[in-house]
């Protein structure tokens, strides 16, 4: 009854504030910040040359690694040259508690409900994308495909390397998940009494077949490859893989899936706040969200957008098993890898070192 | 000393005029001197006390440690300490030192961060007796445990990072104890980045020394050229190197095709990304810091002696070790140094062509600078490994001083 | 002696493997980035330009390279000014601090490399400086200067102070003594340790990555960023670039420092 309410009356006062101030905003700039790579080239067909030109205002791009360290310096010395940043939900969680990103009040902009399934707004930023990572494997090859993450861990039935991500972060859920935990409860036995020991037990068990990657890239290179038989990977990766190479490789979201949300937010401090709030409503609208979610395979953060979308568009995402998801959002997630990141991150660089 | 009739001596004057010299001589030089002092003593300087730097305890909880100057350290703090820990967070209220206390407290004891954040949210709700309403609304103040953190990080110093790096911690009393089994990984990363440089030394020896004897006995035309082969790596970047080594011994590279042709194996074998990969590449990159030292003292041993031996009736390999070797180890000692010192700040090489298990200091000085922002442990980390070079370069400072001496 | 022969002969085959060992990985670069396919593999499926066409037109690259020329020359004239001065100021010097100065000014060599751009990280970001270009010229600066004057030194060890002095002697204003006497000796040694700055600057990659924006992208760090992630032939193409870039410049150093040294040592026998 409360959904769609005002969002035609936001929808046409957005569109008309950028038609509106779009010839005044000519000589405006504003810099986006990503993490590069394709990521970087779906921003831009999708967002940042439409934008420019609804607008006026001109994007300079900028890449970096999720480096909170840069965004502080940046805020702490207010030497500025951000504006607008796409972060993970923890880094925004973070930036946003320690001041580095700017609070707004983004359901004066856009719909909330389109944002939901994927987590919500968090205070400083809006979601722009949703980036699953799910169990990974050549099509060609394999033709009983796995339906668990208990079968990836059986290397009798697929004989053959594993490739898993390099961080504990994403690893331990899928190391539970194979151990028999419902994706929906991951998060919860995790955080609780036993679940990281549990979580390293279960790891330890495959450990001798795992290829550790540390980049979309290289999870992408030993699957090809053959390197390994079955891998956790990113969706949008398999997508672009299958594109560049002409190949079938396949992403299982059944056997369950770790997902979260790209989040743009503003640099605290920024003086292009109002041109930075500009664009990160545009990005979020359904058919730029589509238009970016078709440029990279990965999911669009806001609902309203499937319906811009082909099926076929669609094989890789995970519509219709976002309930086989371990969503990387939500109190308990923040709470857990906020606390305990470091020293469970410690404890697997040790582990992996052995 | 003849003392002229105005009084002054000539030795006088010319003292005064070398200083004049001097001063004019120091003052061309100063503005290089003054650039080292300002843009790279003192930031390590600084960088060194970011390893002992505790601010934030300090700087937050200012009433809170006031109040548990006395304490016991064992049974749960009064209503005072209580009490001025709810007008602490009261006055971070909003601040961003509330999130880097928090943060840090965490290191101490896992779970404090989301502690602090909730107390901070509140303690605006606060009535007196805080004593009771924080137990009963945030029940990790009831335990010792966190209320002993905050006293050990009192002083604006701490010996926390320091510690950690040897893989200790700070029980709730005080006392200090080994760090949990499952996170000690600084012991062994120190233990592996100096067996890695010392594999790395010892291969260069033994690769470089041939080299450097041949280079050093031949003609001058032929040892000027393979001088110029040694330094043609030497002068390319070490990251393009590395990328070469990771092309040639990958899977699908030169050195495992060569090997399947050749019959030796039937499928590639991992040859880069592991201990493999990193000794070779790190041995390609440091070899000609052994040659060259090396080079330099064997040019000076006459090649006489060896024949002279010889025509004395002593096997080559006598002549060898009691005559050429002792006079080659200056040279040895001065390139296994060299060596050694530079392989243990290694940071690019392990990172491109190394894998998890072989990551080295340098590696985590970069990492808890940069993703977890943990300037302190980083700080501490360089720290040792900068004491450590400098032990090393002392003790090789005091052999060269000695071997002068005996040689006089 | 037979078994002499057969030591020698083995000894030098061994000696030669070892050079196979220390230069081709550099070679294996280069045809492998006139590749027509976009792996890295031998044998080469056909050759092909476009590499290097994508790095000298895409702006990702030519960026990287303008900014990487301009910090060169700027740490460059920097490091030489400092490095010079300094070098002439302590080879004349008779103080007995003089070894202890030298130590100091050379020390940035001793350090490891992380440590000191960690250190530069932290008091440029104190300062507001990090990621800017005047901080990455500072800290690039400052790895440089210890060659300069090492380089300087050397070749001014054989020069004769009589020179000097015989110049004076005649007649000659300092300042002519200057520009007739010591600058025509003191150049090729200045020089080399210009282009050696040059190189260290355009070489560096940990420094950059500590302190350089993204906007302030070098080479290096580029290049870095490409082999963390794949090595694509656009990769080795750059490899290729900065290879003979940097091995040009360190020939340069190298052949003008030997001349600065035949000049001194040439004056002061004369």
Redo the contacts between chains.
């Keep these: 009854m409360t959904c769609c309410h005002g969002w035609p009356a936001r929808l046409a006062m957005t569109i008309a504030l950028l038609a509106f101030t779009g010839p005044l905003a000519a000589q405006d700039s504003i810099t986006v910040v990503s993490n590069g790579g394709s990521i970087a080239d779906a921003q831009r067909t999708a967002f940042v040359v439409p934008f420019t030109k609804a607008t006026g205002i001109r994007v300079v791009e900028d890449v970096f690694n999720q ?3 840069k965004i ?1 310096t940046q805020v702490e010395t207010k030497n500025i040259q951000w504006d607008v940043v796409s972060v993970t939900a923890i880094n925004e969680a ?1 930036g946003c ?4 990103l700017e609070p707004v009040d983004w359901s004066r902009y856009l719909d909330a409900k389109q944002f939901e399934g994927v987590g919500g707004f968090g205070k400083c930023g809006v979601p722009h994308n949703f980036v699953s990572g799910g169990l990974a494997y050549d099509g060609d090859k394999i033709k009983d495909p796995p339906k668990s993450w208990a079968d990836f861990w059986d290397v009798k039935k697929y004989p053959g390397k594993r490739g898993l991500l ?1 961080r504990a972060e994403q690893t331990l859920e899928v190391a539970l998940m194979a151990d028999g935990v419902e994706p929906k409860d991951v998060m919860t036995i995790l955080s609780g009494p036993g679940g990281v020991d549990r979580a ?1 037990k279960k790891l330890a068990e495959i450990k001798p077949y795992v290829h ?1 990657w540390k980049s979309g890239d290289e999870s992408m290179q030993i699957l090809l ?1 053959g ?1 390994v038989t079955m891998t956790y990977a990113w969706n949008g990766r398999v997508a672009a893989a299958n594109k560049a190479n002409n190949r079938n490789l396949k992403i299982a979201f059944a056997p369950g899936h770790v997902s979260g949300s790209q989040i743009y937010a503003i640099m605290k401090g920024t003086p292009k706040k109002e041109l930075a709030i500009k664009y990160i409503t545009f990005a979020a609208q359904p058919e730029p969200q589509a238009a970016f979610a078709r440029a990279i395979s990965y999911a669009p953060a806001n609902e309203a957008a499937y319906k811009f979308m082909t099926d076929a568009e669609k094989a890789t995402l995970p519509q219709g098993y976002l309930d086989r998801g371990s969503l990387q959002s939500g109190p308990v997630y923040f ?1 857990f890898w ?3 990141g ?2 469970v ?3 697997f ?6 | 000393m003849s003392r002229s009739t105005t009084g002054t001596s000539i030795a006088a004057l010319v003292r005064k005029a ?1 200083l004049r010299r ?1 001063r004019r ?9 003054t ?3 300002v ?6 300087g ?2 060194l006390f ?1 390893s002992v730097d505790n601010p934030e305890v300090h700087g937050s909880l200012p009433r809170t440690l006031t109040a548990l100057h006395q304490w016991d350290r064992t049974t749960l703090p009064d209503e005072q300490a209580f009490a001025a820990l709810v007008a602490d967070l009261r006055a971070l209220r909003g ?2 030192e509330l ?2 206390l ?1 943060r840090r407290l ?2 101490d004891v ?5 502690v602090i ?1 909730r107390s901070g949210r509140l303690a605006e709700q606060g009535l007196p007796p805080y004593r009771k309403w924080l137990i009963a609304n945030e029940p990790a103040w009831g335990d010792v445990t966190y209320w002993g953190a905050i006293r050990n990080e009192a002083s604006p110093l701490t010996d926390f990072y320091l510690l950690a790096a040897f893989d200790l911690r700070r029980l709730s009393n005080g006392s200090i104890a080994p760090a949990s089994n ?4 600084f012991r ?1 990363l120190f233990a ?1 980045t100096f067996w890695i440089s010392f594999t790395v030394t010892v291969l260069c020896l033994i ?2 020394f ?2 450097a004897a ?1 280079i050093a006995h031949a003609r001058p035309k032929v040892a000027n050229l ?1 001088l ?6 030497f ?14 011994l990958q ?4 050195i495992n ?1 060569a090997l399947i042709a050749l019959g030796l194996i039937a499928r590639p074998i991992r040859l880069v990304f592991n201990r493999i990969g990193l000794t070779i590449a790190m041995t ?1 990159v440091l ?2 810091f052994m040659i060259l030292p090396l080079y330099s003292v064997l040019r000076g041993i006459p090649q006489g002696q060896m024949r002279a031996a010889a025509s004395l009736g002593a096997k ?1 390999v006598i002549a060898f070790l009691r005559v050429y070797l002792p006079q080659a180890l200056p040279g040895i000692v001065a390139g296994s140094t060299l060596v050694f ?2 392989s ?5 090489a392990p ?2 062509v190394g ?3 072989d ?1 080295m200091i ?1 590696y985590f ?2 990492y808890f ?7 302190g442990m ?2 501490a980390l ?1 720290t040792l ?2 004491v450590i ?1 400098a032990l090393i ?1 002392a003790a090789l400072a005091r052999t060269i001083g000695l071997e002068r001496l005996r040689a006089q | 002696m037979g ?2 022969r057969i ?1 020698r002969v083995s ?2 085959a ?2 030669a493997l ?2 196979v ?3 081709t ?2 070679f ?2 280069v045809p ?1 980035s006139f590749t027509s396919v976009s ?4 044998p080469l499926p056909g050759l092909s330009l476009r590499w290097y066409w994508d790095f000298f037109n895409n702006p990702l690259w030519t960026q990287a390279i303008r900014n990487s020329l301009l910090l060169g020359v700027t740490v460059s004239l920097l490091a030489t ?3 010079t ?2 070098a ?3 080879t ?4 007995r601090f003089k070894p202890l ?1 030298f130590a ?2 050379v ?2 060599l ?7 751009a ?7 970001s ?1 300062l507001g400086i990090a990621g800017s270009f005047a901080g990455l010229v ?1 800290g690039h ?2 790895l440089a ?1 210890p060659f300069v ?1 090492v380089t300087v030194s050397a070749t001014m060890q054989g020069f004769d102070r009589n020179l000097i002095r015989a110049a004076a002697s005649l007649g000659a204003p300092p300042l002519i003594v200057l520009q007739r006497v010591i600058a025509p000796l003191v150049w090729p040694g200045l020089m080399s340790g210009a282009l050696f700055a040059f ?1 260290i600057s355009f ?4 420094m950059a ?2 302190l350089a924006s993204p906007e302030l992208r070098t080479l ?1 760090r580029q ?2 960023s490409g ?2 992630e794949s ?1 694509s032939p656009t ?2 193409a750059a ?1 290729v670039v ?2 003979a870039v ?2 040009g ?3 340069a150093v ?1 052949l003008l420092r030997r001349r600065a040294e035949g000049l001194t040592a040439q004056a002061s026998t004369s």
């Design positions: 480096e909170l360290a502080r973070t508690d320690e001041g580095l390099y390293f550790w490859s390197d709470n906020l606390d305990k470091d020293e991150l410690q404890r660089i040790k582990f992996a070192a052995q | 070398e001097e001589l120091l003052a061309i030089a100063a503005p290089a001197i650039f080292v002092l843009f790279f003593v003192l930031p390590i600084l960088f970011r601040k961003p999130a880097m928090a965490n290191y896992s779970g404090f961060r989301s954040i499952e996170n000690a990984l062994d592996r690769v470089g041939p080299v041949v393979l110029i082969l040694v330094l043609l790596p002068w390319s970047s070490l990251l393009v190197r590395a990328t070469a080594w990771i092309v040639l899977d699908e590279g030169l095709q390609h070899l000609p080559p010192v530079i243990l700040g290694y940071y690019v990172a491109l894998g998890p298990r990551q340098g000085v970069a600078t940069n993703s977890t922002v943990n300037w980083a700080s360089g490994l900068l070079v370069y | 078994s002499g030591f000894l030098n061994f000696v070892v050079f060992f220390l230069v990985p550099m294996v670069i492998l792996v890295l593999i031998y000014a400092l490095g001065a300094a002439l100021g302590l004349a010097s008779r103080s100065i100091l000014l020390s940035p001793v350090v490891p490399v992380v440590i000191t960690v250190a530069a990280f932290y008091f440029f104190a500072l600066t400052i200067t004057i190189a070489d560096e990659l940990v990555l500590f290096p290049i870095f082999v963390s090595i990769i080795a490899a900065l290879v940097s091995t410049l360190m020939l190298e």
